[in-house]
Nanobody, 126 residues
Framework: QVQLVESGGRLVQAGDSLRLSCAVSGGTLSSLAMGWFRQAPGKEREFVCGFSRSGRGMKYVDSVKGRFTISRDNAKNTVILQMDSLKPEDTAVYYC???????????????????WGQGTQVTVSS
């Protein structure tokens, strides 16, 4: 059973940076496609970014391209989301997601993920 624990969310001001972490247990990153999603109040949970199990494939939603960077620390079995130039519209609960995958592909749909963290709140004030 893969378990995911997010951390790092907090209240920041517009233009600030924030680093979210997702600690993974019960599976190695090389066997998992990983993704970050977010859900704002009253809205659907949306894909933010993700990578394939090898890490070679990455995908970002247009609204965060150039501002967010996903990376991984294989030694610590941790996935990082570096968020720069934050905007009030980035305010949401951010979730880490994982799925065991043999193919080296990026999973962008919410239903494609089997494991989810509890979420971490990011609030960006204007």
């Amino acid at each position: 059973q893969v378990q995911l624990v997010e951390s790092g969310g907090r209240l920041v001001q517009a233009g600030d940076s924030l680093r979210l972490s997702c600690a993974v247990s019960g599976g190695t990153l090389s066997s998992l496609a990983m993704g970050w999603f977010r859900q704002a109040p009253g809205k659907e949970r949306e894909f933010v970014c993700g990578f394939s199990r090898s890490g070679r494939g990455m995908k970002y939603v247009d609204s965060v391209k150039g501002r967010f960077t996903i990376s991984r620390d294989n030694a610590k079995n941790t996935v990082i989301l570096q968020m720069d130039s934050l905007k009030p519209e980035d305010t949401a609960v951010y979730y880490c997601a994982a799925v065991r995958m043999e193919l080296d592909i990026i999973v962008m749909n919410r239903g494609g993920y089997a494991y989810w963290g509890q979420g971490t709140q990011v609030t960006v004030s204007s």
